[in-house]
Structures are given as C-alpha cells and as structure tokens.
C-alpha cells in the first residue's frame, strides 16, 4: 500500500490533496487551520500596506486641499472632493478591468494599489514649493516674480524689485494676485 502525504493547498485554501510519487487525489475539503499559501500571504500583505497607505494619502490630501483656493464660489476642498471622487470612481473601473488580467489577486489588493497610485499623483498635481525670496536691504515696493527662461529660479530680488522663476516653478505655484 502507497504512503500519502498532505501536498498542500492547490488554487484553493480548503482543498487539499494527497499524492504519492506518481499521482494526485482529492481527499475532500479540509477545514483545519492550516498555513496559507504564498500567494495569499503575499495577496493579504499587499491588501493591508497599500490600504492603510490609501487611507493615510485620502487624508492627507483632504487635509491639504482645505488650503487650495477654489473657483468662483466653491472651495478648494469641494473642488478636490469631487476630484478624490472621480479618481476612487476610475480606480474601481481600472481595478475591475485589471481583476480580468491578475485572477489570482483579490481586487480590494488591486483596488488599493490603484488607488495608492492616483492619490500620489494627485498630491504631485497640488504640489506647490515653498520659494525664498531675497529682498535687498533697505528695498521698499512692490515685487515682481516673472516667468523667464533661466535653468533655475532667480529669488533675489534686483533694484527694480523683480525676481525670475523657471517654468517648473510657475506652474508648481499657486499665485494669488491682488486684482
């Protein structure tokens, strides 16, 4: 008579097979706790670092948007909260069409790393750097910062009271003018 051993779960964490050198058998759903495979251990382990890192991002953009200004009467905040919609919306699209490609991961993993992913490039879209601006001593007046062609920004501020930003650095920055 053949020795059996248990192989372990294959694509399926209650079914469990015996084999010998030559075959396999189905012995049947097994409901003991037993180790996970691999690729569960991995699948949970990605569900849980990306999902707390989308929480973590989630709040930390609402957090910011509170300071973006808004458009005619809405708030920044409002305007950003419709755009963290669209981007959890368009997450849950993608993930379902990504489910279709990586069966064996669960969507909420899928989910959660797309939405990692977009919530870190909506915080570069509302990046904005903090500029240090030179004034000379005894300067009084109004400053100018203008968009130049220089390689890097120019913040010390001549006689004339005017500063030279890079493109990067114009489009980065939030400006409020006084109109």
Known sequence: MPSFQVVGALFSRLKFYLADSTRFAFIGNYSCSQPLPAIMTTDRKLKIIFGILSVV?????LIKLTNVPG???LSGLFLGGMMIV???IGCLILSGLLKLIFKK????TILSITTTISFLAFHYQLYSPTLKIIVPNGYKGEINLILSNVKDNILTVDSNGIGYLNEWT???NIFKTNS
């Open 86 to 88: 669209g981007i959890i």
């Open 105 to 108: 991961t669960s969507f909420l």
């Open 57 to 61: 991002l989630l709040t930390t953009l």
């Open 170 to 172: 114009f489009n980065k």
């Open 71 to 73: 458009g005619m009467i």
